[in-house]
């Protein structure tokens, strides 16, 4: 099975900053079918990315994926407050699907 | 309007055997490619994914805990069920069902998850 590390597992940084966070996978996500979800506490996950680039309906251009093969990357362009929260990355292109650990993005 | 809710037992006594039910609305489970998948988190931890099942039947499990779930469905009443045996403490988890929207998006989106229930807190305990 694929699995998924991300880094940094904290990123400190303060609103208007720039955020890039790093997903690896462990073999080639050779479809590109990587996703990024985001979390804030007590709510279920909401799609942000899919297909390692493809904004979902609704989600700020503020947010862009990008990668392929194995290292893939969430920027957050300016980070507003709502945007603190934690960020999980997923491979679909195989069997069993997997997540990766999670990037905490915090205030500064 | 889309919807997942996530219903089933609060409380489950080790080594019994849990089961929980999906149900979906404002979507038909026969269209193709769709799917539902659940997922977990214990808590302050990670998302887990456990299994999905899709319109065309097909199923697949989380490597490690494939011999303890069995995910099925009722298209006629918009269910999916996820049965896991065998509960241990390490299983308490808030456990979610997320849609797999096929068709409705491009193919790079067929089976990414698009819309999730508010998830339901298992906890397992004598």
């Known amino acids: 099975e694929i699995v998924l590390t991300q880094s940094p597992g904290t990123l400190s940084l303060s609103p208007g900053e720039r955020a890039t966070l790093s997903c690896r996978a462990s073999?080639?996500?050779?479809?590109?079918?990587l996703a990024w979800y985001q979390q804030k506490p007590g709510q279920a996950p909401r799609l942000l990315i899919y297909?390692?680039?493809s904004r979902a309906p609704g989600v700020s251009d503020r947010f862009s994926g990008s990668g392929s093969g194995t290292d893939f990357t969430l920027t957050i362009s300016r980070l507003e407050p709502e945007d603190f929260a934690m960020y999980y990355c997923?491979?679909?292109?195989?069997?069993?699907?997997?997540f990766g650990q999670g990037t905490k993005v915090e205030i500064k | 309007q889309v919807t997942l809710e996530e219903s089933g037992p609060v409380l489950v006594k080790p080594t019994e055997t849990l089961t929980l039910t999906c149900t979906v609305s404002?979507?038909?489970?026969?269209?193709?490619?769709?799917?539902v998948t659940w997922i977990r988190q214990p808590p302050g931890k990670a998302l887990e994914w456990l299994a999905h099942?899709?319109?065309?039947?097909?199923?697949s499990y989380n490597t490690s805990l494939k011999s303890r779930l069995t995910i099925s469905e009722d298209t006629s009443k918009s269910q999916v069920v996820l049965t896991m045996t065998n509960m241990d403490p390490v299983d308490t988890a808030t456990y979610y069902c997320?849609?797999?929207?096929?068709?409705?998006?491009?193919?790079?989106?067929?089976?990414?998850?698009?819309?999730w229930g508010q998830g339901t807190l298992v906890t397992v305990s004598s």
């Open positions: 997320a849609r797999n929207p096929g068709d409705e998006y491009d193919i790079s989106g067929y089976y990414t998850l698009d819309y």
């Open positions: 404002g979507f038909s489970f026969s269209n193709a490619r769709m799917g």
């Open positions: 099942i899709f319109s065309n039947d097909e199923r």
């Open positions: 073999q080639s996500v050779d479809s590109g079918y």
């Open positions: 297909g390692a680039s």
């Open positions: 997923q491979q679909y292109d195989s069997s069993p699907r997997t």
